[in-house]
């Protein structure tokens, strides 16, 4: 199929108390269960470091040309599947695992404080718990200044707004790897339903406004 969507789908190596990291874990299980037919869905693990995020993510954004990028991470205080809204350029203190973090605690000297996503997160919020899927999906505006929001931030720059970070709970708190596999595969779906609908109107603006044109010419020819 040439019209092929391409998703990327990322999740981190290990760290600090996370010997296993669930978003990896995750990820893995969504790259078995897969997208569909229509999709083709590239998954990579991310260090926990600021620098490869630095050197990796454009490379990603460039070489695959993606509609639309996720990147999971766990967080040890989530109960629940947590999307995240937006992510922000400053305030980034505590070291990676390389023992670095940026000397200016920044990630884009002179970039804007914050980035929100293209999607309404409150809508797949909305849509996936009302789909009877067994987790619970929940929004926050905040992804904890570490290298999660790093990397969110480098990806809604890079993308122009068109990334999604997703929260996980540290497996069996209370998900399993499978629970948070379906998780991932709904929610990335209604990201994606979501982009279509919003090209489509974006399409059908444009066209009205094309129309609109041409009849004023027409108009005037007379």
């Known amino acids: 199929m040439a019209n092929k969507k391409k998703v ?5 190596e290990p760290f ?9 874990v995750a990820v ?26 630095q050197s990796l993510l454009p490379s990603l954004w460039k ?7 996720v990147h999971v991470g766990v967080s040890g205080l989530a109960t629940t599947v947590t999307l995240e ?13 390389c023992s670095y973090c940026p000397a200016s605690q920044c990630c884009m000297e002179n970039g ?10 409150d809508a797949v919020c909305r849509k996936v718990n009302d789909s009877g899927l067994g987790v619970v999906v929940s929004v926050s505006k905040d992804a904890g200044r570490y290298l999660c929001d790093y990397t969110y931030y480098t990806s ?8 999604a970070f997703i929260h996980v709970p540290p497996l069996g708190k209370p998900y399993s790897s499978w629970e ?28 009205d406004h094309c129309h609109h044109q041409h009849q004023h010419q027409h108009q005037h020819a007379h």
Not at 28 to 53: H, I, K, S, T, W
Not at 85 to 94: A, K, L, T, V
Not at 112 to 121: A, T, Y
Not at 156 to 163: A, D, F, N
């Open 16 to 24: 600090g108390e996370h010997t296993v990291n669930s978003s990896w």
């Open 85 to 97: 809204q937006c992510g922000h350029n400053e305030g980034y203190r505590r070291l990676d695992n």
């Open 180 to 207: 948070l596999g379906k998780a991932l595969q709904a929610i990335v779906r209604e990201m994606l339903e979501l982009l279509e609908l919003d090209r489509a109107e974006e399409e059908h603006k444009y066209h």
């Open 8 to 12: 990327i789908v990322t999740g981190f």
């Open 156 to 163: 809604l720059y890079l993308g122009q707004g068109r990334s």
């Open 112 to 121: 804007p404080d914050c980035i929100n996503s293209v999607l309404d997160m």
């Open 28 to 53: 893995q299980e969504l790259d078995r269960l897969g997208l569909g037919e229509a999709v083709d869905l590239y998954v990579c693990e991310v260090p926990v470091e600021y620098q490869a995020v």
């Open 63 to 69: 070489q695959h040309q993606p509609q639309l990028v």
